[in-house]
T-cell receptor, first 114, second 112 residues
């Protein structure tokens, strides 16, 4: 069974640019979660999508946005990049996003903003 | 959201049991305890979770105290590949609140 996949693996952007990160969940999983892990810091919850709808949002500005497609894959968009957006962006998926369903994480996309 | 407290680092000899404690004194009745680990900037890996009872799987055992205010993750025979940051997370099961809140975790170093 294929795990959660993310693309690209690495990305370098300049301040002010926009970036799109992609995530494909495990087959059968309908929920996708996005997390940010800045260097030396813990994982911060960004967004949760389930059945195409945004269900919950972390404490991030509106320039962080995303969407979930009918096949349950997801995109994370970051506009007007700032230097502090440099981080590992992790995507996780779970089945139906309910109760005790564990989340399975992808390998992440490392974004560097210069 | 309940917060967790973990020691920042621990060492364990290879082949010995690694016991990683977690304090979650403000946990509420509908919150599960989850354990994940992250090996050097890879995506976190699910280990185990529980609500009230002790749990065991092929990776580890989870011991939850009767008052649910603390728990211990046990890796029965630690190997060098178990060196990682281990996160203890409590997560509510109420609709709309399924996000994980990661703390700083415990950096476990398994020594040869």
């Amino acid at each position: 069974e294929a795990g959660v996949t993310q693309s690209p693996t690495h990305l370098i952007k300049t301040r002010g640019q926009q970036v799109t990160l992609r995530c494909s969940p495990i087959s059968g999983h309908t929920s996708v979660y996005w997390y940010q892990q800045a260097l030396g810091l813990g994982l911060q919850f960004l967004l949760w999508y389930d059945e195409g709808e945004e269900r919950n949002r972390g404490n991030f500005p509106p320039r962080f946005s995303g969407r979930q497609f009918p096949n349950y894959s997801s995109e994370l968009n970051v506009n007007a990049l700032e230097l502090e957006d440099s981080a590992l962006y992790l995507c996780a998926s779970s089945f139906m996003g309910q109760g005790a369903d564990e989340q399975y994480f992808g390998p992440g996309t490392r974004l560097t903003v210069t | 959201d309940a917060k967790t407290t973990q020691p920042p680092s621990m060492d364990c000899a290879e082949g010995r049991a690694a016991n990683l404690p977690c304090n979650h004194s403000t946990i509420s009745g509908n919150e599960y305890v989850y354990w994940y680990r992250q090996i050097h900037s890879q995506g976190p890996q699910y280990i185990i979770h529980g609500l009230k009872n002790n749990e065991t799987n092929e990776m580890a055992s989870l011991i939850i105290t009767e008052d649910r205010k603390s728990s211990t993750l046990i890796l029965p025979h630690a190997t060098l590949r178990d060196t990682a940051v281990y996160y203890c997370i409590v997560r509510p099961t109420l609709a709309g609140t399924y996000k994980y809140i990661f703390g700083t975790g415990t950096r476990l170093k398994v020594l040869a």
